[in-house]
């Protein structure tokens, strides 16, 4: 079975760049799987930050961008400010009508 | 504005079922594909399920097939999701989410979510 995988966590300086990536256990991620970002933080419902690859949601700052390099989805954060600090978690689309959440990756900001 | 509001949540025994309703506002309801998406205490993001907007085609998680339903009525610009033979692992924050068009394509809004809690 095939897994979609994340960095369990990340730290980035306020202000810095932080580069999170979502890959697979088996093959490379493209356009096909259509990948997305969301955020979340402790208690709140998940924020969507990107789809299909590189799409912002509606009142995502442009700090937020989405990509594939390589073999992954990436997610970069340009200046990341206090705020930012939050749970993020990308999804694939497996085919089928099924998708797959990835862990989720625990972004600090200090 | 887009609003999705999960209600049904709550403590039922293992084996009972339960039905959660999403209601939504402010979206052409019948345009969009939807979604069912939960989190287990202290845990990642689990998709659960999800129909297209006309509710013609529905689909599974392997770890719910057989035992949730999901429907939508869309004169009612609302979603359903219909849990039978629940098990202590159901145990999770149930969201909604509304897909960015009508087919196969990820998620840009949801709701707040509804509890639901499997224990005896």
């Known amino acids: 079975q095939t897994v979609v995988t994340q960095e369990p966590s990340f730290s980035v300086s306020p202000g810095g760049t932080v580069t999170l990536t979502c890959g697979l256990t088996s093959g490379s991620v493209s356009t096909d799987h259509y990948p997305s970002w969301y955020q979340q933080t402790p208690g709140q419902a998940p924020r969507t930050l990107i789809y299909t690859t590189d799409t912002r949601s509606s009142g995502v700052p442009d700090r937020f961008s989405g990509s594939i390099l390589v073999n992954k989805a990436v997610l970069t954060i340009t200046g990341a400010q206090a705020e930012d600090e939050s749970d993020y978690y990308c999804?694939?689309?497996?085919?089928?009508?099924?998708?797959?959440f990835g862990g989720g990756t625990k972004v600090t900001v200090l | 504005e887009v609003q999705l509001v999960e209600s049904g949540g709550a403590l039922v025994q293992p084996g009972e079922s339960l039905r959660l309703t999403c209601a939504t506002s402010?979206?052409?309801?019948?345009?969009?594909?939807m979604t069912w998406v939960r989190q287990a205490p202290g845990k990642g993001l689990e998709w659960v399920s999800g129909i297209s907007g006309s509710g013609g085609l529905t689909y599974y998680a392997d770890s719910v097939k057989g035992r949730f339903t999901v429907s939508r009525d869309n004169s009612k610009n609302t979603l359903y999701l219909e849990m039978n033979s629940l098990r202590a692992e159901d145990t999770a924050t149930y969201y909604c989410?509304?897909?960015?068009?009508?087919?196969?394509?990820?998620?840009?809004?949801w709701g707040q979510g509804t509890l639901v809690a499997v224990s005896s």
């Open positions: 989410a509304k897909g960015v068009r009508s087919g196969n394509y990820p998620f840009d809004y």
């Open positions: 999804m694939l689309y497996m085919g089928s009508g099924v998708w797959v």
């Open positions: 402010g979206l052409t309801f019948t345009r969009y594909s």
